[in-house]
């Protein structure tokens, strides 16, 4: 009797844990203060659901059947709630919304670069240190640069692949070309991923595999806190001896900024064009200095976060403009007066693209309608929670956020064919341009818009213009092209028959 009353330890022990998770899924379910807010059970008891969707790598299209089965608002994990509504915007970006951790980017072993900063105050001083480094008039400033690189991807593609026979790799050359262009902008010179066909250094590859761990990640504060752990870190921080990887790109900045630094010392740097790097270390003459290691940081942001949401809206463009043969075509009619007006130039201005309307019709659009980032960008509300139109109340310790995918097709700011892509919509002018703009998160919302938005205008408008004006695109092989949401939309195997046009 005594045997069958005395407690197998081990046993509890064991399964102490999954009962454990199994209450705190009960609480969260059924006794936590968003219970009020539908959504799929699974949701609503912890972050697995955010996590799995993640992994699928169509979480865009998983939150937008959400949002059609439960409505605008939806519990997307137990602290989390999405919204599909565009009015939302203003509200959940406001300009003293603090981050979450889903947005403590930096890597392992390197300190935050002001995208990574969580506190709106820390991130305000930040920004304010190096916002005038990423105005219009700084970005004409390396107009030049990408100019350069943009000749260079005619004259390689050019050669490689009009008049041979050979398809071209839309996905993989607007990779190679926006990180050439942000690698000289920010160090003075391209990596040379177009000269070389490749992934140099395998830094493309992978930094889309960090990134797919980092996004899964993010999703869980307590495993986020478990891999920054002094025991865990090492694990994940990168190894800067390697040939290939992010270290690789780690030890060459190092190499770079130490180039730079001895280079300023001696003066030989005197009379150089100022590039990103040069800014940044200019600082610390002010009354405001970075650290060096902030330096580091914001040079490996503008490397990351500048590279790949320009090329992955460089091919949304494609795809949209050659799904669409009578936007394109009314398009290629605009290119085709500008350039018969004028006399030969070798790339447009960017003031002059600027200022075509249905470029610009056909940019913004493409923004709207396939967002390059249509991942989840959880706010926290203001101090004191937030009261809904219809008396539900959310908790200031919630997590907030839209999906760029979703709230950019609300039919309510976007018009009942939001779901169709409509340069049209541009030109309607007035107060129904603004509001679309005021409601747009292609380049984030807010005071947290993103820095480099003006370098990428520079190359979104130049390259359309100029890949238009020189090559007539077909698809080819469309079955083959692959899509995946990875916190950014990655293309591959988009392949295009060219011709030349000029």
Request: glycine share 6%; proline share 5%.
């Amino acid at each position: 009797m005594d045997a069958i009353l005395t407690p197998n330890w081990g046993l509890v022990l064991l399964i102490s844990p999954f009962l454990f998770l199994i209450a705190v899924g009960i609480r969260n379910r059924y006794f936590h203060p968003l219970s009020c807010f539908p959504g799929p059970f699974l949701a609503s008891t912890g972050p697995l659901y955010s996590m799995w969707a993640s992994n699928t790598g169509r979480e865009h299209e998983i939150i937008a059947s959400l949002h059609k089965k439960y409505g605008p608002i939806v519990r997307y994990q137990s602290d989390m709630l999405q919204f599909a509504e565009a009015g939302m915007v203003p509200v959940i970006y406001s300009r003293y919304a603090n981050k979450t951790e889903f947005n403590r980017i930096n890597l392992p072993g390197q300190v935050p670069g002001v995208a990574g900063l969580i506190e709106h105050k820390e991130h305000s001083a930040r920004r304010k240190q190096i916002a005038s480094m990423y105005s219009m008039s700084a970005a004409k400033q390396v107009e030049d640069m990408v100019d350069m690189r943009i000749m260079e991807f005619k004259s390689r593609v050019r050669e490689k692949y009009v008049g041979v026979g050979k398809k071209l790799d839309f996905a993989r050359w607007t990779q190679y070309f926006a990180y050439d262009v942000i690698s000289e902008v920010a160090f003075g010179k391209p990596l040379g991923f177009m000269a070389s066909n490749s992934d140099v250094h395998n830094l493309i590859a992978s930094a889309h595999n960090g990134l797919v761990v980092l996004v899964t990640l993010a999703r869980s504060d307590w495993l986020k806190k478990a891999v920054r752990h002094p025991l865990v870190m090492k694990y994940f921080t990168p190894a800067m001896s390697k040939e290939t990887g992010i270290g690789r790109l780690l030890e060459e900045r190092d190499t770079i900024v130490a180039e730079r630094i001895n280079e300023q010392s001696t003066g030989a740097h005197i009379g150089k064009r100022a590039d990103l790097m040069q800014h940044l270390l200019n600082t610390r003459d002010t009354a405001a200095p970075l650290t060096l290691n902030e330096i580091k940081a914001e040079l490996l942001v503008v490397m990351f976060a500048g590279s790949d949401t320009t090329a992955a809206t460089l091919r949304g463009i494609l795809l949209n403009l050659l799904h669409t043969p009578s936007y394109y075509q009314t398009l290629i009619s605009e290119i085709d007066a500008y350039t018969a007006a004028r006399p030969p130039f070798s790339v447009i201005s960017y003031d002059d693209a600027y200022a075509l309307p249905y470029l610009t019709a056909c940019i913004k659009e493409s923004m709207r309608f396939s967002p390059a980032t249509p991942s989840i960008l959880p706010r926290y509300p203001n101090k004191g929670g937030l009261t809904l139109a219809d008396g539900r109340y959310i908790p200031e310790f919630t997590k907030m956020t839209v999906n760029a995918r979703v709230c950019q097709r609300d039919p309510k700011v976007y018009g009942e064919d939001a779901d169709v892509y409509n340069p049209q919509r541009w030109l309607e002018g007035g107060d129904k341009v603004r509001e679309m703009e005021r409601h747009d998160i292609h380049f984030g919302a807010g005071s947290r818009t993103c820095l480099g938005k003006n370098i990428a205008y520079l190359e979104l408008w130049k390259m359309t213009f100029e890949f238009f004006r020189t090559f007539k695109p077909t698809i080819v092989e469309p079955e083959k092209m692959t899509i995946r949401n990875i916190g950014l939309l990655v293309h591959d195997k988009l392949y295009v028959q060219l011709e030349e046009r000029a």
